[in-house]
């Protein structure tokens, strides 16, 4: 082959080659060209989906219904929301000038900078805090903060996020639930009243401090004590099963009891009276039960009150019945035993054995009718200064020759003398009443003690037959260990003919003993075991004032006779007449009236002739005193001599008479009453 074919074969080939180059270069360039342009489109994509994600994150951030804030490592405020700048009262722009530690309650900032140190140290990934925040305007707001820490891909610390919100409603609310529940806890302590709170189950969840008092003084009475507790009675006094319990029936069967009377036997061994009263707990629809609550209000004392209330007035009643009966008793006697000694007088042998069984008989039932007065307290008496250690000493030796040998004395004297102001043979008498009646008490023997002291009685002593008022007192304690008393019989110990000792008793021995007691302005208590001892206790008061006068003593005079002219007013015809007669057979000139009235109308008449005065206290429409004070304003010197079975006059009781005034105590004889009225008539 020729060379020019090849050569042109050559240049072909290379000509082609040239062009497949060519055209694969511009394949290469427009493949890379599409490349680029895909690249660029996705690039594009990722930056609009990027500025899409952002946009979201701060329309998010922005308008998030808490508080959000980016905050740096230093505590500056990088980024913040507008919820944040409402809580706290500042502009963003404001914020991102500061740090959070400036607008932070000084009290809470520790504890926050506490936190963000355990972030930091990798102990903590997040934390929740309760802290305040100070407003701009300068009030404080509390919030609750939930702070994360943000990382970079080292692990290096770049920022805080925190989600903040305003719990300051909620935190005020909960603030006055608590100061509620606080005022409600210290109402509930303060109430007089025992509250308790029982659950749907019947366990106790609360009780106050009277609850735990009113069931024996135990601070904690849990519900295992009340699950066995059996010791429950009703007014009457039978047993009340634990399912009748109010507090039972009020979750069981939702009822309410309102003040049931029941006793109780305490967790101390105690018995108490109490107002027992439950009511049911339910939800708000009322449908549901949820416990009950139960109010106990402890009235034992006032039970007592009003019992000692009902055995006072008792008492007062009786009192003023027996005063009453022996009033008109002493006028009787007045009456039987002048008219016997007039008889007496006139009576031949014959007739005078029988005449002075009649004086003997009046004598006698004057004892009686002094007894009685004595209980009502309307027994003058005859007061004065007195050491009780030597009376107590003196009874004792009497003591000796009444009591058997099987009765042991024991006396306990103190140490100082004991002064009271009273009448000696009255309080002698209460004290061998006391101790005759221990001494039947005790008929197989036994040790009868008595005691002589002082006691201060700084509160009111309540005991069951009334009350010994504070102050400072004289003791006369009387004790047998003998038969002792049921609690029946020592409510009516104190009562006038109530015996124990079948018809060998009277019944007017301690009736008598109340009686002196009182009017001496004392008190007698009384406690007993059947079967193991009595314990009497005289509370006389200590002696404080000694300017008071006791009555002067009667003394019949030598001669009784006389011709003097006196007044006699009384309005009990038949005791005026015999006096009149009685007082006529001595020789003296009677003018008698039934009333006051009549009596300064005669005076008026016969004012130069009348010498004396004789009267009774208690009269009808003007009484013997006022009669006095009436006469004295004419005749400031006339001798007075007042009469009376009883009297509740309180000069007579406190022996404050004057001078020309004497008292003579109903029934009299004629001697006593003539005599009497010449020692005044003599005196003047």
């Known amino acids: 082959m020729s060379p020019a074919p090849v050569l042109l074969q050559f240049a072909a080939a290379q000509v082609v080659a040239a062009v497949v180059a060519a055209a694969c270069a511009a394949a290469v360039v427009a493949l890379l060209a599409r490349g680029v342009r895909r690249q660029r489109r996705s690039e594009a994509a990722v930056v609009a989906a990027l500025r899409e994600t952002e946009e979201k994150f701060r329309q998010a951030f922005e308008h998030a219904p808490i508080g959000m804030a980016l905050v740096g490592i230093d505590g500056r405020w990088l980024r913040v929301n507008r919820a944040l700048c409402d809580i706290v009262g500042y502009q963003a722009q404001e914020l991102l000038e500061r740090d959070f530690q400036s607008i932070t309650h000084p009290d809470d900032l520790e504890p926050d900078l506490a936190y963000a140190r355990r972030l930091l140290s990798g102990e903590l990934t997040t934390y929740q805090l309760d802290k305040r925040y100070l407003h701009k305007d300068g009030h404080v707001v509390w919030v609750q903060l939930n702070g994360s820490l943000v990382r970079g891909p080292a692990g290096e610390p770049q920022l805080f996020i925190a989600q903040i919100q305003d719990i300051s409603e909620p935190r005020r609310a909960s603030e006055e639930l608590s100061r509620s529940r606080a005022l409600l806890a210290q109402v509930l302590e303060a109430l007089p009243v025992g509250v308790w709170i029982m659950d749907e189950k019947g366990k106790i969840t609360y009780g106050n401090r009277a609850g735990h008092e009113v069931w024996g003084g135990s601070r904690y009475v849990g519900p295992e004590q009340f699950g066995v507790y059996k010791g429950w009675w009703s007014e009457s006094g039978e047993p009340i099963k634990p399912e009748e319990w109010a507090a039972a029936r009020a979750v069981a069967k939702g009822e309410t009891s309102i003040n049931e009377v029941i006793d109780i036997e305490c967790f101390d061994g105690t018995r108490k009276t109490i107002h027992n009263s439950a009511v049911p707990l339910r939800n708000g629809d009322g449908a549901t039960l949820l416990g009950a609550i139960i109010v106990n209000e402890d009235i034992t004392a006032r039970r007592q009150l009003e019992a000692q209330l009902r055995q006072a007035q008792k008492m007062e009643a009786v009192g003023r019945l027996a005063g009453g009966v022996a009033h008109d008793f002493n006028n009787l006697l007045t009456v039987i035993r002048q008219s016997a000694e007039l008889l007496l007088g006139a009576a031949g042998s014959g007739g005078r054995r029988e005449v002075q069984e ?50 042991r004395l024991h006396l306990e004297l103190a140490a100082e003398p004991v002064l009271v102001y009273a009448d000696p043979v009255q309080l002698e008498q209460v004290l061998l009443n006391l101790a005759v009646n221990a001494r039947d008490a005790m008929p197989q023997g036994g040790t009868l003690e008595l005691g002589v002291g002082t006691v201060n009685v700084e509160r009111t002593l309540l005991h069951r037959h009334g009350t010994v008022p504070p102050g400072d007192y004289a003791t006369v304690r009387v004790r047998d260990t003998g038969l002792g008393m049921e609690p029946g019989t020592l409510e009516r110990i104190f009562e006038p003919f109530f015996t124990t000792k079948g018809v060998g008793g009277t019944g007017l021995g301690l009736a008598t003993v109340y009686g002196i007691v009182h009017q001496s302005g004392g008190h007698v208590t009384v406690e007993s075991v059947p079967r193991v001892a009595t314990t009497f206790v005289v509370y006389l008061p200590l002696l404080q004032d000694e300017d008071r006068h006791p009555i002067d003593p009667v003394r019949p005079a030598g001669n009784i006779a006389g011709t ?13 007449r015999i006096t009149r007669r009685s007082l006529e057979r001595q020789g003296y000139t009677v003018l008698e009236a039934a009333s006051g009235a009549e009596a300064l109308d005669l005076h008026r008449q016969h004012s130069e002739a009348i010498g004396i005065l004789v009267t009774d206290m208690v009269m009808p429409g003007m009484s013997g005193r006022e009669l006095v004070e009436r006469l004295s304003l004419v005749r400031p010197h006339l001798q007075v001599l007042f009469i009376s079975g009883h009297t509740d006059d309180e000069l007579i009781r406190q022996g404050l008479l004057g001078p020309n005034q004497q008292f003579l105590r109903k029934p009299f004889s004629g001697a006593e009453l003539a005599g009497t009225i010449r020692q005044l008539l003599d005196r003047h």
């Open 564 to 576: 003097d002219t006196i007044l006699l007013v009384d309005d009990d015809e038949a005791v005026r």
């Open 358 to 407: 009649i004086v003997g008989a009046a004598e006698r039932a004057a004892r009686l009718t002094a007894q009685l007065l004595a209980f009502s307290r309307r027994q003058p008496m005859a007061a004065r200064r007195l050491d009780l250690n030597p009376i107590v000493e003196g009874l004792v030796r009497l003591l000796d020759r009444l009591m058997p040998e099987s009765v």
